[in-house]
C-alpha cells in the first residue's frame, strides 16, 4: 500500500537524504566546536569539517572554495548579492535589471534597494516564461551594475539562456547574479562555462537540512565584492558575520557530493517520470502544461487545467502534496504572479497545479497522482456549468455575462 499523502512539491523543499542526515548527526554534540575558535581542537575539527564541505560545495559548480560564501539560505544569498552590489558598486551606477518571474527574495532585495536610489527594470519574459538577449540588451544603460535573472524557475521549471545573458553582461561590463536555487544538483551547472559573477542556492532544495545555504561570489575575471549586510566577527571574508551553522554545512558538503554523483542518472529518471505524467494528464483535453518544454529543469511540470475551479482542485487533490497556481502566497486566493507574468488569465493561473518530483519519488506515487488528478478534474468538470457550454460547442467569450 502507498503511504498517502504523497509528497510532490520538491520545489518547496526536498526530505534530507539519509547519508546527510548521518554524516551530521556527530557535529550536534561530539563535535560540537566553533569553527572559528582558532586556540584548540574543538575549533579544529570543526573549522576542518568546514573546509572540506566547502570543498565539496565549490566542486559541485566549479568555483574555488573560497569563492562560497556559507549563509543562512538563497533568501538571505539573494539579499547580500542584489544589496550588496548595489552598495559595493554605488559609485559606478545604480539601474539593475531582473525579471517579473524571479523569486520573492530578489524582486523584494530589489524593492528595497529601491527606496535606497536604485532604478530597477522588471522585464516581461515571453508566453513560454524565457527572456530574450534582445530584451536585456534593450534595457542595459550607462548606469547598470547589475542583471539578476534566475537559472530555472521554481514555479514552472524555465531555464534561462545563462551562457547567452552571461556573454551579454561581459561584454557591458555589468555583474550577473543568478538565483541557482532550483538548478543546483538538478542540473549541470557551472559557474566558469556560465559566465556567472555571483550565485544563490540552498541545501533544503537539494536533500539537504534548511538554514544552509550559500552565495558564490566571483574572485577573479572580474574580482567582486559585495558590501556585508550582517557586521560582526567577520567570518566568511568579512562578507557574512556569525558563527558558522557547522552541522548544517557539513550536510550541505554531503548533499552537493550526492548531486555530483547523482545528477546525471537522476535526472534521466525524474524526466522519464515527468514526461510520463504529463503525457497522461494531457490526454485530458483542455490541460496545458506553463512555461517553455524544451528549456526547463528534468523535475518539475506546472499544469492547468481549464474549466475547472481552482479551489475545488486543491481539494479535490489533498492526498497528493503539490502547489497551486497561488504557490508562494498560498494564504491569500491572488493567483500566481508567474503565471500571470507569462500572460494567463486569472482563470487558467487558479487551475494549475505544480508538480515537484524528487529523489525519493517512486513510479507508484506517479501512477497515484495521475489518477487522482484525473478523477478531481473529470468530476469538477462534470459540476461546472462553464465546462458543460464548452462540450456543448458554446463560445464561452461570446457569452455575455450578467453583472451581479
Ligand atoms: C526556495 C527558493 C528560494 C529560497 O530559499 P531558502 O533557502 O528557503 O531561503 C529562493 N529562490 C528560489 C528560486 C527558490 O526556489
Redesign the pocket.
Given at each position: 500500500m502507498l503511504k498517502t499523502p504523497i509528497y510532490l512539491d520538491n520545489?518547496a523543499t526536498t526530505p534530507m537524504d539519509p547519508r546527510v542526515l548521518e554524516e551530521m548527526l556527530p557535529f550536534f554534540n561530539e563535535s560540537f566546536g566553533n569553527a572559528a575558535s582558532r586556540n584548540h581542537s574543538f575549533g579544529w575539527t570543526a573549522e576542518e569539517a568546514v573546509d572540506y564541505a566547502r570543498e565539496r560545495v565549490a566542486k559541485l559548480i566549479n568555483s574555488s572554495p573560497k569563492e562560497i560564501i556559507f549563509t543562512s539560505?538563497?533568501?538571505?544569498s539573494?539579499n547580500l548579492a542584489i544589496k550588496g552590489v548595489f552598495e559595493m558598486y554605488a559609485a559606478k551606477g545604480n539601474h539593475i535589471i531582473t525579471v517579473a518571474t524571479e523569486?520573492k527574495?530578489v524582486l523584494d532585495s530589489c524593492k528595497h534597494v529601491e527606496k535606497l536610489g536604485a532604478q530597477v527594470t522588471y522585464l516581461t519574459p515571453s508566453a513560454d516564461g524565457l527572456v530574450s538577449i534582445e530584451q536585456i540588451k534593450e534595457a542595459i544603460r550607462p548606469e547598470t551594475i547589475l542583471i539578476t535573472i534566475?537559472y530555472g524557475n521554481?514555479e514552472i521549471g524555465v531555464v534561462q539562456p545563462m551562457q547567452e545573458i552571461s556573454a551579454l553582461a561581459r561584454a557591458n561590463n555589468i555583474l550577473l547574479h543568478t538565483?541557482a536555487?532550483?538548478a543546483v544538483g538538478k542540473i549541470p551547472v557551472d559557474v566558469e562555462a556560465d559566465g556567472i559573477d555571483l550565485m544563490?542556492f540552498?541545501a533544503?532544495?537539494m536533500y539537504g537540512p534548511k538554514g544552509v545555504?550559500a552565495l558564490y561570489v566571483r574572485r577573479k575575471n572580474p574580482r567582486v565584492k559585495v558590501t556585508a549586510q550582517m557586521d560582526g566577527g567577520g567570518h566568511e571574508r568579512g562578507m557574512r558575520s556569525g558563527t558558522l551553522n557547522v552541522p548544517g554545512i557539513v550536510g550541505f558538503g554531503k548533499a552537493c557530493e550526492l548531486c555530483m554523483n547523482e545528477m546525471e542518472s537522476e535526472a534521466r529518471r525524474l524526466s522519464a517520470m515527468r514526461d510520463r505524467l504529463e503525457a497522461e494528464l494531457l490526454t485530458m483535453e483542455e490541460s496545458y502544461v506553463n512555461g517553455n518544454r524544451n528549456h526547463r529543469l528534468p523535475h518539475v511540470s506546472n499544469i492547468s487545467f481549464k474549466y475547472v475551479e481552482g479551489e475545488g482542485l486543491m481539494m479535490g487533490v489533498k492526498d497528493i502534496a503539490v502547489s497551486s497556481g497561488s504557490a508562494c502566497t498560498s494564504a491569500s486566493l491572488e493567483p500566481s504572479y508567474v503565471l500571470k507574468s507569462l500572460g494567463l488569465d486569472d482563470d487558467l493561473a487558479h487551475s494549475s497545479l505544480r508538480f515537484g518530483l524528487g529523489r525519493f519519488t517512486t513510479d507508484e506515487e506517479v501512477d497515484y497522482a495521475i489518477n487522482h488528478v484525473k478523477t478531481a478534474v473529470n468530476k469538477l468538470r462534470e459540476m461546472s456549468p462553464l465546462w458543460e457550454m464548452f462540450k456543448d460547442g458554446i463560445d464561452l467569450k461570446s457569452v455575455e455575462w450578467q453583472e451581479h
Open positions: 520545489n539560505g538563497a533568501t538571505e539573494d523569486h527574495a534566475m521554481n538565483d536555487t532550483q544563490s540552498s533544503h532544495k545555504g
